[in-house]
C-alpha cells in the first residue's frame, strides 16, 4: 500500500498538469482547496436505546460547471482528507467526460456491518436531514459509494422529500428503478471501463480481442469489467479479490465466477481456475491490467514488476505519482480512473436528467449514450496526451482543466 496520502496525490497531479498547461495562476489556487467542507455530528438511537454520536462530511470541492456530484461512503476508515481528495477527483472527472456537474463527496465513520438495518436508516436519515441545507438536484446530488447502495439513496430521497413537501427523484442517483432510477447503471462503470479500454486499444492500433487481461478486485467495477471485457473478445485470464487471486490461462469463465460470487460472496474456491497469491495478479504476464478494488495499490515497491502494456483505472487513485512516472518511462499506457471508471457518474448524469423531464429512457438508448460520450473521451484525453506529449492521466487533467477554465474565463469570479 501506498504512503502518500490521497490528499497529497490529487495536488501532485493537479499542479504537474497546471504546469505544464500553464493554467490561469488564480484559478489553480482556486482549485487547489475545496469550496466547502461540511463536518457535522449525527446522533442516533440506537437498537439499545442508547444515543450515539456519528461523525459525518460533505465536501464541496468546486461547481463552475454545475451542481456538485459525488458519492457518499459509510466506512471506518473515512477521514476529512480523504473525502476532500475524492470530492477533488469527481471535479475532473465530470469535466473530462463534459458533464454539467462539479464535484463532490460525503463520509461517515461507521462500520455498517456492525449497524442494524433501523440504526442505518436512522444514521442516513438523520445525517440527510443536518446537510439539507446545502443539498438538492441544482446544489448537491450524492450517490452510493463504499457501504452504500440503492436503499441508502431512498432513504436519502424520501428524507429530503419529506421536508419539502413533494418527490424530488433528482437529489440523488443511483436510486431503484422503483423510485427513478435509470436503466444500465449498476453496470455503468463496468461498462464503461470495457468501452475505454476498447477504445484505447483501437487508437493505438491494437485489438481487445484475444488480449489477456488481470483484474484486481470482483465487486461491481471489477465482475462487471471482465464480464464486458470478455464479452469484446478479451481472455480474463486472472481475477483477485479480498479472500486470493485465481488464475486460468485459457480464460475464466466470467458469467460462472458471478454467479459462484453470487453464492458464496467471495472468488475463493472457485472449481475452474487455479488458486494464485492475490498480490501475483499485478505481476502476471499480460497485456491488460485493470485495478478495481482499491487506492494506492500500484507503487514504486511492485512497479516494476509489471508486464502488461495497458493499466486502465477501474478504482479511483490506484496509482502513485511515482509508479506513474516509472510506467510512462516504460511506455505502459496507464488509462487514469477520471476517465476510464466515469461510466457511473456518466449514468448517474442521465438518471437526473431523466428525474429532471420525468421521462424514462430504455436501455439501449443508456448505453448507446454512454458508448458514444466514452469513445469519444478517451480519444480526446489521447490527443491531448499526444499534444503535449505527457502521459494520459496528465491529458485527461489538461483537458479537465481547461473546460473549467473556460467556464471560469467566461463567468468570471463574483464580486
Ligand atoms: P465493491 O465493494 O463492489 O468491490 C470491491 C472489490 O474489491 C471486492 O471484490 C473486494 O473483495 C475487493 N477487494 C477488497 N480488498 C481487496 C484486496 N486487499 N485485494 C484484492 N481485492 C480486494 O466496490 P466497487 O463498487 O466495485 O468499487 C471498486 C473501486 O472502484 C473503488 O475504488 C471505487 O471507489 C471505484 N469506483 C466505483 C464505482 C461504482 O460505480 N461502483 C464508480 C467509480 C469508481
Redesign the pocket.
Known sequence: MSTISPKEMYLKQLERAAKIMQLDEDLLEILKQPKRVVRVSIPVKMDNGKIKVFTGYRCQYNDFRGPFKGGIRFHPGVTEDEVVALAAWMTWKCAVIDIPFGGGKGGVICDPRELSEGELQRLTRRFTYTIMPILGPSIDIPAP??FTGEKTMAWIMDTYSAFKGYSEPGVVTGKARSIGGSKGRRE??GRGVSIVADETAKYFGEKIEGMRVAI???????SHAALFISKLGGKIVAV????GGLYNKDGIDVKALMDYVKKNK?INGFPWAKEID?DKIFELDVDMLIP????GVITLDNVDRIKARYIIE???GPTTPEADEVLFKKGIHVVPDILA?SG?VLVSYFEWVQSKLGFWWEEEEVNDRLERKLRNATREVINMAHEYDVDLRTGAMILALRRIEEVYKERELFP
Open positions: 459509494d463504499v455503468a462503470t484486481q478486485g470482483f465487486g461491481n467495477v471489477g483477485s479479490d479480498v479472500s467471495v492475490g478495481a478494488a482499491l487506492e477501474g478504482a479511483n471508471n457511473g
